[in-house]
């Protein structure tokens, strides 16, 4: 399960681990369902569901409904996070539940038969958004990853916002777009949705050996927001009278196969877990540090 190392001196019983996963286990379908109640509110003009929300057939209810499962959600991962000691965990619970509901939406071929691909790229922008305020309001309440510690010599670690690690973490976010390239090779919803938390993962992993001193809060944000000018950038370079034709053909750009929902729950996924991955790198020396706090 995607978390921090173990804090050095530290040992986690087999009763303590076995309510973590049964507490994981849980939040995980509490925030699955919370999302699949609302799916019956996002019909979209073929009489399937999504994929998008602010191409339904009604959109005010749609995105009133999604606001509220998402607050509910938020709750369910945070509070998660908060017991089972990690903000990790929190957000992959809430990625999870968004994953199964992306899972069920119809795919893309609802745009490229009578959408709008700009419509698409403004919505995962809001997605931005929204995994930028989801993530910020569970570290809050979970605390930070005690994993991430401050360069040697110093007592605080560097801002997640205005440091160069902030840079290095949107610049991480650009790897998730080769990788969608390479493993959205269909628009089948769980391919998409795969390829985005496979992306996300190789994000997490760049971003956390880049800048290890920095709570990675913007890494969450990076490859949504990369996903999203991409496709916001071939909506104008693919006229809309083409994607139909292209869809057929199956020449559908691969990066235009992820919805807005799928790199939101992408993200929420793979870059907890690209950050574990990363912490192997890092964990000798972040280890060190740690003893070097806690015997201060």
């Not at 700009?118 to 958004?129: Q, R």
């Amino acid at each position: 399960m995607p978390g921090d190392p173990p804090i050095p001196g530290t040992q986690v019983s087999m009763m303590q681990a076995t309510t973590d996963w049964i507490l994981f286990i849980l939040a995980v379908g509490l925030s699955g369902l919370a999302f699949l109640s609302i799916e019956q509110m996002l019909l979209s003009p073929r009489g399937a569901f999504g994929p998008t929300i602010l191409q339904t057939t009604d959109p005010g209810p749609a995105v009133i409904s999604m606001v509220a499962a998402l607050v509910v959600v938020f709750l369910i991962g945070a509070s998660a996070g908060r017991l089972l000691r990690s903000a990790s965990k929190g957000l992959v619970v809430i990625g999870l539940g968004l994953a199964w509901l992306a899972w069920r939406l119809e795919g893309v071929e609802f745009v490229a038969f009578g959408g709008s691909m700009k419509w698409v790229a403004i919505e995962s922008l809001l997605w931005t958004l929204v995994v930028l305020l989801m993530t910020t309001g569970v570290y809050l309440i979970s605390g930070p990853l005690p994993c991430v510690q401050p360069k040697e010599g110093r007592k605080i670690c560097e801002n997640w916002a205005t440091s160069s690690s902030a840079g290095f973490f949107m610049l991480s976010g650009l790897a998730v777009l080769p990788v969608v390239w390479l493993f959205a090779q269909s628009p089948m919803r769980g391919q998409a949705v795969a390829s985005v938390i496979v992306g996300c993962v190789a994000v997490g992993m760049i971003g956390r050996m880049l800048a290890p001193h920095a709570q990675p809060l913007l890494l969450m944000v990076a490859p949504v927001l990369a996903g999203a000018l991409a496709q916001w950038a071939m909506s104008f370079m693919i006229p809309s009278s083409e994607l139909a034709t292209m869809y057929m053909e199956r020449s559908f750009p691969h990066l235009l196969i992820p919805v807005p929902i799928d790199w939101a729950a992408g993200s929420l996924i793979g870059v907890p877990w690209g950050i574990y991955f990363g912490n192997a790198f890092l964990q000798h020396d972040d280890g060190e540090q740690a003893a070097q706090l806690s015997s201060s």
